[in-house]
């Protein structure tokens, strides 16, 4: 069953990247942007992950998953959503922000509440209409797009901020969640299939109960905690520690815009790629040592060494290569989500993300605030390289079901219960 009408890859693609930016967007602005702006007032490392707990939504997305993944249409919900987050960009050019920081942290928690839900249908839409020849190549427009969009709020908005003001930065932020809404526009479906219709509302209510219980899932989402900790740990530190090695904020707007922009779209297309043609565990195992490996560079420049070349040295490759660890990760998990429950799978896996993200920025804000950011660095390399290896070897060694094991190239697991027959 499908949820588009036909349409070429490249319609696929350009709604894709419309629906991905326009999350990234807002969350690249109060992910990367309000920390700066945060360690700059001189606020403690401690007190800047406290952020972090406005991204719950993030977390608990999955709680409502399947109402979204099976009431109304993707099209209705993508529309809404997208009209309420140009809205409250609006209205927040109305705001001083500057001395009404209650508000600001308000308006993070409902950019991450629409953004989250929107996740939900979009990553649904995008698990059901590619094909397992396009997941790569999909996950690289994912990746590339959603990064562009946070590129753009971390970077672009925070250089626009520093030269003009709260209003301008929020009515340029409406500008372009306007620009996304347009090949949404032009989106059809067809009408909503009988087995999806005519599931009730006390199922919905339990649904992801059971999809998180169906077998294999639990297993997966605890690889992805593994894989993602040590860079998690790493990367939740960069903003604040760029500035403390004496960086101003145009020049981190511009190494984390122009710059990181460029990167991480070079990522993206080359994950995608890669994960296209040299499958499923060369892209995770190669993409995620090499990740780690360029940690080592921020290690260096944590110890005084290199200056802000090494600084530089060290977005771009991390840029482009932490990108691709991203795209194969997610190509796991696209392969991991049942097409009938697309969106509540993908999203259960995705809420697992985010909890690493949390976990592991307070946990690398505690450990650097005692002991600095060099050995916080270490620790969250060497988990990186654990963890990476981990997930390689556990898969080598066991049969997941389903999807996992077809793209890993083994013979998925027999199951006495169907994952479709489970609601």
């Known amino acids: 069953m499908t949820d588009l009408l036909p349409v070429s890859r490249t319609r696929k693609a350009t709604l894709l990247s419309a629906l991905y930016l326009a999350q990234g967007l807002p969350f690249g602005f109060f992910t990367l942007a309000l920390p700066v702006l945060l360690r700059d007032a001189g606020l403690s490392l401690t007190a800047i992950s406290a952020l972090s707990l406005l991204s719950l939504p993030w977390a608990f997305k999955f709680l409502w998953a399947p109402v979204l993944d099976h009431r109304g249409t993707r099209r209705g919900w993508l529309l809404g959503l997208q009209f309420s987050s140009l809205a409250a960009a609006l209205l927040l050019t109305q705001v001083d922000l500057a001395s009404h920081f209650g508000l600001l942290f308000a308006a993070a928690f409902l950019f991450n509440l629409i953004a989250a839900s929107q996740d939900v249908v979009t990553d649904g839409l995008a698990v059901r209409m590619l094909d397992a020849r396009e997941r790569g190549l999909g996950n690289g427009v994912q990746v590339g797009a959603y990064r562009l969009g946070m590129i753009l709020g971390g970077g672009l908005l925070l250089w626009l901020y520093t030269r003009t003001s709260w209003s301008t930065t929020f009515l340029s932020m409406a500008g372009l969640l306007a620009l996304t809404i347009l090949p949404v526009i032009r989106m059809r479906e067809p009408t909503p299939a009988a087995d999806v219709a005519q599931i009730a509302n006390p199922q919905l209510?339990?649904?992801?109960?059971?999809?998180?219980?169906?077998?294999?899932?639990?297993?997966?989402?605890?690889?992805?905690?593994?894989?993602?900790?040590?860079?998690?740990?790493?990367?939740?530190?960069?903003?604040?520690?760029?500035?403390?090695?004496?960086?101003?904020?145009?020049?981190?707007?511009?190494?984390?815009?122009?710059?990181?922009?460029?990167?991480?779209?070079?990522?993206?297309?080359?994950?995608?790629?890669?994960?296209?043609?040299?499958?499923?565990?060369?892209?995770?195992?190669?993409?995620?040592?090499?990740?780690?490996?360029?940690?080592?560079?921020?290690?260096?420049?944590?110890?005084?060494?290199?200056?802000?070349?090494?600084?530089?040295?060290?977005?771009?490759?991390?840029?482009?290569?932490?990108?691709?660890?991203?795209?194969?990760?997610?190509?796991?998990?696209?392969?991991?989500?049942?097409?009938?429950?697309?969106?509540?799978?993908?999203?259960?896996?995705?809420?697992?993300?985010?909890?690493?993200?949390?976990?592991?920025?307070?946990?690398?804000?505690?450990?650097?605030?005692?002991?600095?950011?060099?050995?916080?660095?270490?620790?969250?390399?060497?988990?990186?390289?654990?963890?990476?290896?981990?997930?390689?070897?556990?898969?080598?060694?066991?049969?997941?079901?389903?999807?996992?094991?077809?793209?890993?190239?083994?013979?998925?697991?027999?199951?006495?219960?169907?994952?479709?027959?489970?609601?």
């Open 205 to 423: 209510a339990i649904a992801w109960v059971r999809r998180a219980l169906q077998p294999g899932m639990l297993a997966i989402a605890g690889l992805i905690f593994c894989y993602r900790f040590g860079d998690q740990m790493v990367t939740s530190l960069l903003g604040p520690f760029l500035v403390d090695q004496g960086l101003s904020l145009s020049t981190i707007a511009l190494m984390k815009g122009a710059v990181g922009s460029t990167t991480s779209l070079i990522g993206a297309l080359v994950g995608g790629w890669f994960v296209f043609t040299a499958g499923r565990r060369r892209a995770l195992l190669i993409s995620g040592l090499a990740q780690a490996a360029c940690f080592s560079l921020y290690i260096a420049a944590a110890f005084g060494a290199g200056g802000t070349g090494l600084l530089w040295a060290a977005t771009v490759l991390e840029g482009v290569i932490g990108t691709m660890a991203t795209v194969a990760l997610f190509t796991l998990m696209m392969d991991a989500a049942e097409p009938e429950h697309a969106g509540t799978d993908y999203t259960l896996l995705a809420s697992v993300v985010v909890v690493v993200s949390t976990l592991a920025s307070f946990t690398a804000a505690l450990i650097a605030d005692q002991l600095g950011y060099a050995p916080t660095f270490i620790i969250g390399t060497l988990a990186a390289v654990l963890g990476c290896l981990y997930l390689v070897w556990w898969l080598d060694r066991r049969a997941p079901p389903g999807r996992v094991a077809e793209a890993w190239g083994l013979q998925p697991r027999t199951r006495a219960v169907s994952l479709q027959s489970l609601p």
